[in-house]
């Protein structure tokens, strides 16, 4: 039984190695979906690029840098202004986006010259910028523009700025997970260590894999400050390109995105020896239990159990107050990855809400083998969905509510079940003790909306003849 | 008063610790015998002193999980030191076996990260 292969998926059964129901009394060892393997053809997955897991994901959280994506101005708008990341400085990433336009004779004879103007016009244009992530895409690694020495002759043109080009056009792997591991990968060899930050405590940390959505950042930097540590660098919510170029000095790798920037951490380990602490900072009891960790690692425990202890005054009451009402929902989490094994426990645990049915963009087998660890029994953990098999598994499991992104969110609102934005958030920041009756105050607030019983009503007064598909 | 079976112990430490799912079998390596190694120290009352940073952490995630443990299984008390030695044995081989030796993930065994 445990891997399942939909009715949808009769004419594409290799779709069976990656859906898992979850039984009773599974030997663990024995059931594992594939990931980060090719997407089938046949099915239409909801995967992004390998462009935009670079770009859209973590480089264009930076606030104080310049975005090139070199390419059709497609690249550009399909990675810009979809994920809410705000910034302490007016949120000029979200606000800009810098494009070379590539058009068909730049494909024929070559970009490199637009290239080179495009970086001088940006930075001439915006005299107060500095810095810049250089990427480029599919058409632009196809031609064979040589990014590298555009930049180093852009660099010694003007020698107050400093530029990281990411090299991972969107073919260049199974979905954006291969551009995570691109920019962490580049950006540990060739800037970590070129900067020496200031110190301004004896407990400093990085804290890394967490994108500032809706002021995540904003929000935990209230805990790091009550415990006088000092971050130097947020991976790579609100932060500065150099924050990022002086991680090498910071005596703790905190790690919530372990999908994204997991691979950082473990350079950051291997180079420089910091240790990795992986943590969950949605949740209570999982926040709860990082500060614990933080602390201990740091001798400050006292400082932990009170900033818990005031935390928990203020909010728990309110927590409870929506785990009353939303106690016995079912949930679906259709995101990313990691996000399914952040929130399975901590939306059980927490809420008393059950997860019935999990999936993932781009996780790795690393990400079921936590998720699977996690989830409930009679739960579906599904890699690389298509929209047939969400309407499967709705069907299977009825749920009262489902988080995940817009585009399949406003699918499910058409069968009138509510979505609450998994990735962007409704009502964010959803990180921390606040943030977490945040999502239970979204979540409430979508399971018991009066409209969906209105609109699922059919008002028409005789029956009306069933559109048929054409065939 | 009977002690706590590995099963029971074994399910509440595979859903909670992420230490145990870390990127590639020798990062996992370190870890389980690390987090374990402290954690049987500090429930046999062994003075643990950290002498690296990465036994500071080892000593940060096993404190957080005695604590657990000792809440969720108070039966953990009726064994001696040798006692709990040997059932935190049995865990980090059972550990080892499902995150590790017999782990399908494909990638535990890559070169590089
Ligand atoms: S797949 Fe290629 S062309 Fe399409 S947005 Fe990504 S980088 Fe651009």
Request: hydrophobic content about 40%; overall charge negative.
């Amino acid at each position: 039984m445990p891997m399942v292969l939909l009715r949808c998926d009769k004419d594409i059964p290799e779709r069976e190695k990656h859906i898992y129901l979850k039984a009773p009394d599974d030997d663990p060892k024995d059931f594992l979906p594939l990931a980060n393997s090719p997407t089938i053809p046949g099915t239409l997955s909801e995967r992004g690029c390998a462009f935009c897991g670079a770009k859209l994901v973590i480089g264009g959280v930076l606030k104080d840098t310049i975005q090139m994506i070199h390419g059709p101005i497609g690249c550009a708008y399909d990675t810009w202004h979809t994920k809410r990341y705000p910034s302490d400085n007016g949120n000029l990433q979200i606000k800009y986006v810098w494009s070379t336009d590539m058009k068909e004779p730049d494909i024929v004879f070559g970009g490199e010259k637009k290239l080179e103007k495009a970086m001088h016009e940006a930075f001439d244009e915006m005299p107060h910028l500095k810095r810049m992530i250089l990427y480029t895409t599919c058409p632009t690694a196809l031609i064979g523009d040589d990014v590298k020495a555009v930049t180093k002759r852009v660099m010694e043109a003007r020698p107050d700025v400093d530029i990281f080009t990411v090299e991972c056009p969107g073919f260049a792997g199974v979905s954006q997970s291969k551009g995570h591991h691109v920019l962490n990968i580049g950006w540990v060899n060739e800037k970590v260590g070129t900067i020496e930050p200031e110190i301004t405590s004896e407990y400093t940390m990085n804290f890394i894999g967490d994108y500032n959505i809706q002021g995540d950042t904003f929000l935990l930097q209230q805990y790091w400050d009550a415990l006088g540590i000092q971050v130097i660098a947020h991976f790579t919510g609100n932060a500065n390109y150099d924050d990022l170029r002086g991680m090498h000095r910071a005596k703790l790798n905190v790690v919530n995105c372990a999908r994204s920037a997991g691979y950082i951490a473990n350079e950051l380990k291997r180079k420089y020896g910091t240790p990795r602490l992986d943590i969950d900072s949605w949740g209570f009891n999982y926040t709860a239990e990082g500060i614990r960790k933080i602390s201990t690692f740091f001798g400050i425990e006292e400082k932990g159990e009170a900033l818990i202890a005031s935390e928990y005054a203020k909010w728990k009451p309110k927590l409870d107050w929506y785990k009353a009402r939303l106690k016995g929902a079912k949930m679906a989490i259709w995101t990313g990855g990691p996000r399914l094994w952040h929130w399975t426990k901590a939306v059980e645990d927490d809420l008393g809400v059950e997860v019935v049915a999990m999936s993932s963009k781009f996780g790795h087998e690393e990400d079921f083998e936590k998720v699977i660890a996690r989830g409930r029994e009679g739960t579906y953990y599904v890699n690389d969905p298509n929209e047939l098999e969400f309407f499967e598994i709705i069907n299977a499991i009825k749920p009262d509510v489902i988080f995940t992104g817009p585009r399949v969110g406003e699918l499910v609102k058409k069968l009138h079940i509510p979505y609450v934005n998994g990735h962007g958030y409704h009502n964010g920041p959803y990180m921390g003790f606040e943030g977490f009756v945040n999502l239970a105050r979204d979540m409430h607030n979508a399971v018991h909306n009066p409209l969906f019983n209105l609109a699922r009503t059919d008002v028409r007064a005789t029956p009306v003849v069933e559109l048929k598909e054409a065939v | 008063m009977t002690a706590p079976a590995l099963d029971e112990v074994y399910g509440y430490v595979q859903e909670r610790c992420l230490w145990q799912f870390s990127s590639r079998a020798w990062d996992r390596t370190e870890n389980i015998d690390g987090v374990l190694g402290t954690l049987a120290d500090l429930l046999t009352n062994t003075p643990v002193n950290p002498s690296s940073p990465t036994e500071r952490l080892f000593l940060a995630d096993a404190r957080v999980l005695a604590d657990q443990l000792r809440e969720r299984f108070p039966d953990l008390g009726s064994l001696d030191a040798a006692g709990v030695r040997a059932l935190l044995e049995s865990l980090r081989e059972r550990v080892t076996q499902v995150a590790i030796t017999q782990s399908r993930n494909h990638e535990l065994h890559e070169k590089a990260y």
